[in-house]
Protein backbone atom coordinates (compact mmCIF):
# COMPACT_ATOMS: atom_id res chain seq x y z
CA UNK A 1 0.00 0.00 0.00
CA UNK A 2 1.40 3.59 -0.95
CA UNK A 3 0.48 6.68 0.92
CA UNK A 4 1.27 10.23 1.08
CA UNK A 5 -0.10 12.12 3.34
CA UNK A 6 -4.18 12.56 2.13
CA UNK A 7 -3.74 10.05 -0.52
CA UNK A 8 -4.27 6.36 0.16
CA UNK A 9 -3.86 3.22 -2.98
CA UNK A 10 -5.64 0.14 -1.93
CA UNK A 11 -6.36 -2.77 -2.66
CA UNK A 12 -10.18 -3.18 -4.09
CA UNK A 13 -12.27 -5.85 -1.75
CA UNK A 14 -15.60 -6.59 -2.42
CA UNK A 15 -17.28 -3.49 -0.17
CA UNK A 16 -16.23 -1.13 -3.00
CA UNK A 17 -18.29 -3.10 -5.95
CA UNK A 18 -20.65 -0.60 -6.21
CA UNK A 19 -18.56 2.03 -6.26
CA UNK A 20 -16.36 1.02 -8.80
CA UNK A 21 -19.48 -0.08 -10.77
CA UNK A 22 -21.25 3.20 -10.23
CA UNK A 23 -17.81 5.17 -11.35
CA UNK A 24 -17.43 3.41 -14.73
CA UNK A 25 -21.01 3.33 -15.97
CA UNK A 26 -20.98 7.60 -15.31
CA UNK A 27 -17.67 7.92 -17.04
CA UNK A 28 -18.25 5.72 -19.87
CA UNK A 29 -19.81 8.20 -22.51
CA UNK A 30 -17.33 10.49 -21.74
CA UNK A 31 -14.56 8.24 -21.79
CA UNK A 32 -15.63 6.61 -25.51
CA UNK A 33 -17.09 9.19 -27.17
CA UNK A 34 -20.40 7.62 -28.10
CA UNK A 35 -23.45 5.94 -26.41
CA UNK A 36 -22.85 3.16 -24.48
CA UNK A 37 -25.01 0.35 -24.25
CA UNK A 38 -26.63 -0.68 -20.62
CA UNK A 39 -24.00 -2.02 -19.49
CA UNK A 40 -24.71 -4.20 -17.13
CA UNK A 41 -23.74 -5.45 -13.45
CA UNK A 42 -22.67 -8.58 -15.37
CA UNK A 43 -20.22 -7.24 -17.85
CA UNK A 44 -18.94 -5.33 -14.88
CA UNK A 45 -18.48 -8.21 -12.47
CA UNK A 46 -16.86 -10.15 -15.46
CA UNK A 47 -14.48 -7.35 -15.49
CA UNK A 48 -13.97 -7.90 -11.80
CA UNK A 49 -12.44 -11.04 -12.00
CA UNK A 50 -9.52 -10.36 -14.14
CA UNK A 51 -6.50 -8.04 -13.09
CA UNK A 52 -5.48 -6.33 -10.17
CA UNK A 53 -8.07 -3.57 -8.64
CA UNK A 54 -6.61 -0.46 -6.54
CA UNK A 55 -8.90 2.08 -4.83
CA UNK A 56 -7.57 5.48 -4.58
CA UNK A 57 -8.88 7.06 -1.52
CA UNK A 58 -8.25 11.26 -0.83
CA UNK A 59 -8.73 12.72 2.67
CA UNK A 60 -10.42 9.68 3.79
CA UNK A 61 -12.96 9.35 0.53
CA UNK A 62 -12.64 6.97 -2.22
CA UNK A 63 -11.68 9.47 -5.14
CA UNK A 64 -10.95 6.89 -7.81
CA UNK A 65 -10.17 3.59 -9.19
CA UNK A 66 -7.51 1.63 -11.13
CA UNK A 67 -7.36 -1.62 -12.84
CA UNK A 68 -4.64 -3.59 -14.41
CA UNK A 69 -3.83 -6.91 -16.67
CA UNK A 70 -0.81 -8.77 -17.39
CA UNK A 71 0.23 -8.98 -20.88
CA UNK A 72 3.46 -10.91 -22.23
CA UNK A 73 5.51 -7.63 -22.88
CA UNK A 74 3.74 -5.31 -20.41
CA UNK A 75 1.72 -4.41 -17.69
CA UNK A 76 -1.72 -3.38 -18.95
CA UNK A 77 -3.73 -0.37 -16.95
CA UNK A 78 -7.18 -1.70 -18.32
CA UNK A 79 -9.10 0.99 -16.40
CA UNK A 80 -8.35 4.41 -14.45
CA UNK A 81 -11.37 6.66 -12.96
CA UNK A 82 -11.42 9.71 -11.04
CA UNK A 83 -14.52 11.05 -8.97
CA UNK A 84 -15.55 14.08 -10.78
CA UNK A 85 -14.69 16.14 -8.00
CA UNK A 86 -11.51 15.16 -7.79
CA UNK A 87 -10.33 15.44 -11.32
CA UNK A 88 -7.70 18.35 -12.20
CA UNK A 89 -6.03 17.77 -8.58
CA UNK A 90 -3.14 15.70 -9.79
CA UNK A 91 -4.57 12.22 -8.44
CA UNK A 92 -4.39 10.66 -11.60
CA UNK A 93 -0.93 11.53 -12.26
CA UNK A 94 -0.19 10.22 -8.61
CA UNK A 95 -2.11 7.44 -9.85
CA UNK A 96 -0.34 6.79 -13.23
CA UNK A 97 3.38 6.87 -11.30
CA UNK A 98 1.55 4.22 -8.12
CA UNK A 99 0.74 1.98 -11.63
CA UNK A 100 4.46 2.11 -12.64
CA UNK A 101 6.01 1.28 -9.57
CA UNK A 102 3.94 -1.46 -9.26
CA UNK A 103 4.63 -2.46 -12.92
CA UNK A 104 8.70 -2.38 -12.00
CA UNK A 105 8.23 -3.96 -8.82
CA UNK A 106 6.80 -7.04 -10.47
CA UNK A 107 9.58 -6.99 -13.45
CA UNK A 108 7.42 -5.15 -15.89
CA UNK A 109 9.93 -2.84 -18.24
CA UNK A 110 6.66 -1.72 -20.01
CA UNK A 111 3.06 -0.46 -19.30
CA UNK A 112 0.83 0.01 -21.96
CA UNK A 113 -2.82 1.61 -22.19
CA UNK A 114 -5.96 2.47 -24.58
CA UNK A 115 -7.17 6.53 -24.47
CA UNK A 116 -10.08 7.23 -26.77
CA UNK A 117 -9.82 10.38 -28.79
CA UNK A 118 -12.74 11.41 -27.11
CA UNK A 119 -11.30 11.52 -23.54
CA UNK A 120 -9.88 14.83 -23.89
CA UNK A 121 -8.01 15.24 -20.58
CA UNK A 122 -6.80 11.69 -20.49
CA UNK A 123 -4.14 12.04 -23.77
CA UNK A 124 -2.60 15.02 -22.94
CA UNK A 125 -1.70 13.42 -19.21
CA UNK A 126 -0.34 10.72 -20.77
CA UNK A 127 2.15 12.51 -23.20
CA UNK A 128 2.86 14.62 -20.36
CA UNK A 129 3.93 11.25 -18.44
CA UNK A 130 6.33 10.07 -21.61
CA UNK A 131 3.33 7.47 -23.04
CA UNK A 132 4.42 7.07 -26.59
CA UNK A 133 1.36 6.28 -29.23
CA UNK A 134 2.11 3.28 -30.46
CA UNK A 135 -0.93 1.88 -32.13
CA UNK A 136 -3.91 3.53 -33.38
CA UNK A 137 -7.66 2.88 -34.93
CA UNK A 138 -10.16 5.38 -35.48
CA UNK A 139 -11.15 6.14 -32.48
CA UNK A 140 -8.42 5.45 -29.85
CA UNK A 141 -5.02 5.12 -29.52
CA UNK A 142 -2.79 1.76 -27.78
CA UNK A 143 0.34 4.12 -25.51
CA UNK A 144 2.97 2.36 -24.06
CA UNK A 145 6.02 3.69 -21.68
CA UNK A 146 8.92 2.04 -20.93
CA UNK A 147 9.84 2.13 -17.31
CA UNK A 148 13.68 3.57 -16.45
Same mark, same amino acid.
Given at each position: *???????????????????? =???? %????????????????????????????? @??????? @???? =???????????????????? !????????? %? !?? *? =?????? !????? !????????????????? =?? %?????????????????????
Amino acid at each position: *MQTSLLLIFRPAVHEDQDFI =YDLV %KASLPDVVGIPVPDWSRNDFLQSWERGTK @TIITFEG @TRAG =YLRWERDPDALHLADLQIVP !AFRRQGLGT %K !AL *M =YFERQA !AAEGF !AKVSLVVHDANHAAGPL =YA %KLAYCCEARDSRRSLMTKTLA
